[in-house]
């Protein structure tokens, strides 16, 4: 930004605008990308170390990333393969849960910093033309038009943002800003609530294969390799209790520690020297209250958050994302922004949140509670799983979570090379109303010679356009819609004394009408047809077409509800069709 200029005002559209380059927010966004669908994603970082995150991958979330071709790149940057998870009481090991029981090649977990996995997803959305990133901005609002959500705002150094979107979808984890932008609640559930005190000590030795919940006295202990040489540990307080123990000062923190795990006594003294060797985190698990409205969806940590226990975050996040995008795809195909279309996700998927949030809080209470009882209780519950059926079942479960979840590459671009732009796979309803033989990005502003056209490509680019402009009209996009109009664009229907004229009373117009439609439980579809299209001297295009419109009641069959005559005067502006004047005559009337 020049110093004398202020802030400056910018503005795109897109097909999908993601908040949050998260796994979830990623992996969506390069499944849509490679589905043919623009992906605009805010992301309020600037680099991929971030603080400390997640790093344990179960086997389901490594078998989507590995459809992805993501899986090795990501492991090749650096990570350790573990092969069981153990809870150890004193020195016994209580429960031993082999992952290499599960089927190969997804029979281990892996140990890695997010920032690889993130930036091998990062890498491949670069490759595509119709990705944009926009890092270093943070969500300030949301667009909203009518109670529905078309796009959001995006705060960064240079200025601000707006991104005009079919779809936003809300991935920008625990304390997601869309979720509060949009006024959903979330509620906390603190029935096994804690904080985990996070801090890393050398490894010495080669790592070990295992995670592991230690339990000695005091407060249990999580311990696992991580990448690059350590070992990480997260040593779980009482709710709120690390201010208490902060006061008590870091000698007491580390004579605590060792009595936890005694076996890295050693390496604590001697690494452990201050409060800011530690990360807290406030544990907690969460749901928002609702996860889809119209114009918007809410996945991973911003729609259900849960405890590091089990290592099921990422997992669920990238689950999120494959289950998310063959639904939205055919949404954004249809023109539909209607939160009832994303229906067919996040019902299952609330359901599948649910169950694993049982059994997270089982594994809590089976593994940290504490006092007498649930001393003399644990070992023999561990013993039931470690013996029984039931053992094998929870483990597939928090190992594969959603084993339906997997990567819909049949509804890929095919054969797209990367980083070369071809025509978009899935036609949606927001972006520019393009004059054929115009390239979106590089060509804008061109205006088209009629006289040297192929009649072809002038049918199919206005045919394109047609097409657009009804599905905006038939679902509720009444700004969008009325944007495909010129700025002082004539509509005049028979029985009204005067055209609508200018896009503001257009908008409203077909705003009062879709709502009224919703309201009476009607779907109404336009079918423009018959096109007979004239090129004009002074170029303009002149096309005279059947319409007709087809009323869907709720519950009910479609029914012919009128049949048109629409005589539209179309101009190119700046390489964009728009309605200049709009004449419809009823049959009938
Ligand atoms: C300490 C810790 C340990 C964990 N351990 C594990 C584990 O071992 N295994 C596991 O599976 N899960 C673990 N989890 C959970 C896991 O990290 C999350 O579930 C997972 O990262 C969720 O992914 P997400 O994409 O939904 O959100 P996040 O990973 O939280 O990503 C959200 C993104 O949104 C961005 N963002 C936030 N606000 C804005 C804004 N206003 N504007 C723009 N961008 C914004 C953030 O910078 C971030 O990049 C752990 C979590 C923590 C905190």
Redesign the pocket.
């Known amino acids: 930004m020049n110093a004398d200029q202020g802030p400056r005002a910018a503005g795109s559209t897109t097909d999908v605008c993601v908040?949050?380059?998260?796994?979830?927010?990623l992996t969506l966004a390069l499944l849509l990308l490679r589905s043919g669908v623009r992906v605009t994603l805010?992301?309020?970082?600037t680099s991929m170390s971030?603080e400390?995150?997640?790093?344990?991958?179960?086997p389901g979330g490594l078998a989507l990333l590995d459809q992805l071709g993501v899986l090795d790149p990501a492991a090749a940057r650096g990570g350790y393969w573990l092969d069981r998870f153990q809870l150890v009481e004193r020195e016994r090991v209580l429960l031993d849960i082999a992952y290499d029981r599960l089927p190969a090649p997804y029979n281990r977990l892996l140990s890695v910093p997010?920032r690889h996995v993130l930036a091998e997803l990062l890498a491949r959305c670069r490759g595509f033309d119709s990705f944009r990133y926009l890092d270093g901005?943070?969500?300030s609002a949301l667009v909203e038009e009518h109670g529905a959500v078309r796009g959001a705002v995006a705060e960064g150094r240079a200025g601000t943002h707006t991104v005009r979107a079919g779809w936003v979808v809300g991935?920008?984890?625990?304390f997601s800003?869309t979720r509060r932008l949009a006024g959903i609640g979330a509620e906390r559930q603190d029935v096994f609530a804690f904080d985990?005190l996070?801090f890393k000590l050398p490894q010495e030795g080669p790592p070990g294969r295992e995670v592991r919940v230690f339990r000695a006295a005091g407060r249990p202990v999580l311990v696992y390799p991580s990448y690059p040489g350590t070992v990480q540990l997260g040593w779980t307080l009482p709710h709120k209790g690390y201010a208490e123990m902060a006061a008590l000062g870091v000698d007491r923190i580390r004579s605590e520690i060792t009595r936890a795990v005694p076996a890295y006594a050693d390496r604590v003294a001697r690494h452990l020297n201050a409060l800011t060797d530690f990360t807290l985190?406030d544990v907690f698990a969460g749901r928002a209250r609702e996860w889809v409205r119209d114009g918007l969806v809410l996945?991973?940590?911003?729609a259900h958050t849960?405890s590091?226990l089990g290592?099921?975050?990422?997992?669920?996040?990238l689950q999120d994302a494959a289950l998310l995008h063959p639904v939205l795809v055919e949404a954004l195909r249809d023109g539909d922004f209607s939160a009832e279309r994303l229906d067919a996700y996040a019902l299952p998927r609330s359901r599948d949140i649910d169950q694993v949030m049982k059994t997270q809080t089982m594994q809590a209470k089976a593994m940290l509670s504490q006092g007498r009882v649930a001393r003399v209780v644990r070992p023999r519950l561990a013993g039931l799983v470690q013996r029984t059926p039931i053992g094998p079942k929870i483990t597939r479960h928090i190992a594969l979570g959603n084993p339906a979840a997997r990567v819909r590459s049949d509804l890929f671009v095919p054969g797209r090379p990367a980083g070369r732009r071809t025509a978009p796979a899935v036609r949606v309803s927001t972006g520019p109303l393009l004059c054929p033989r115009q390239e979106p990005s590089k060509e804008r502003g061109l205006h088209m010679d009629l006289a040297t056209l192929p009649q072809e490509r002038l049918r199919a680019g206005i045919e394109q356009f047609y097409a657009r402009h009804m599905q905006l009209l038939d679902t509720g996009r009444a700004e969008d819609w009325a944007r495909t109009f010129t700025e002082d664009g004539t509509f005049a229907l028979p029985g009204r004394p005067e055209p609508s004229r200018g896009r503001a009373e257009l908008a409203e117009g077909a705003s009062r009408a879709h709502a009224a439609q919703r309201a009476a439980g009607e779907t109404h579809r336009h079918w423009h047809g018959m096109l007979d299209i004239t090129a004009q001297d002074d170029g303009t295009v002149r096309v005279r077409c059947y319409a007709l419109v087809v009323l869907t009641p709720r519950g009910g069959d479609p029914r012919l509800h009128r049949a048109c005559v629409c005589e539209d005067v179309l101009v190119d502006e700046g390489g964009e069709w728009k309605v200049r004047a709009r004449e419809v005559t009823r049959d009938g009337a």
């Open positions: 908040v949050g380059g998260g796994p979830a927010g805010i992301e309020r970082a971030r400390y995150r997640g790093e344990i991958l179960q997010q901005h943070r969500l991935a920008d984890g625990r800003k985990v996070w985190l996945i991973g940590d911003s849960h590091p290592a099921q975050g990422i997992n669920l996040a």
